[in-house]
């Protein structure tokens, strides 16, 4: 069972950054897939961002030139940097990973809020 855990979510003014972390409870080479996706109220999940083992990146356009994704083997985490928030990345955001077995696995979620 793998847990993975987020955060660094919280509320910053518009044109702001935040790093979003997630921990995972296994190590990094377990994962074909790891990424951010985000739900706003009344919006279906949508996924932001995305890396895979060999560490290609993949952007949504909302994310592409703001966003970037990133992880850290030594410390089995994933990151979110996020920069020239936007009203409407206001989100709870998720972390996914996607192991080489095929399991699929969520982080509870961690707010981000950015008021204009």
């Known amino acids: 069972q793998v847990q993975l855990v987020e955060s660094g979510g919280g509320v910053v003014q518009a044109g702001g950054s935040l790093r979003l972390s997630c921990a995972a409870s296994?190590?990094?080479?377990?994962?074909?897939?790891m990424g951010w996706y985000r739900q706003a109220p009344g919006k279906q999940r949508e996924l932001v961002a995305s890396?895979?083992?060999?560490?290609?990146?993949n952007y949504a356009d909302s994310a592409e030139g703001r966003f970037t994704v990133s992880t850290d083997s030594a410390k089995n985490t994933l990151y979110l940097q996020m920069n020239s928030l936007k009203p409407e990345d206001t989100a709870v955001y998720y972390c996914?990973?996607?192991?080489?077995?095929?399991?699929?696995?969520w982080g509870r979620g961690t707010q981000v809020t950015v008021s204009s």
């Open positions: 996914n990973a996607v192991t080489r077995s095929a399991g699929v696995y």
């Open positions: 296994s190590r990094m080479f377990s994962f074909n897939f």
């Open positions: 890396i895979t083992s060999s560490s290609t990146p």
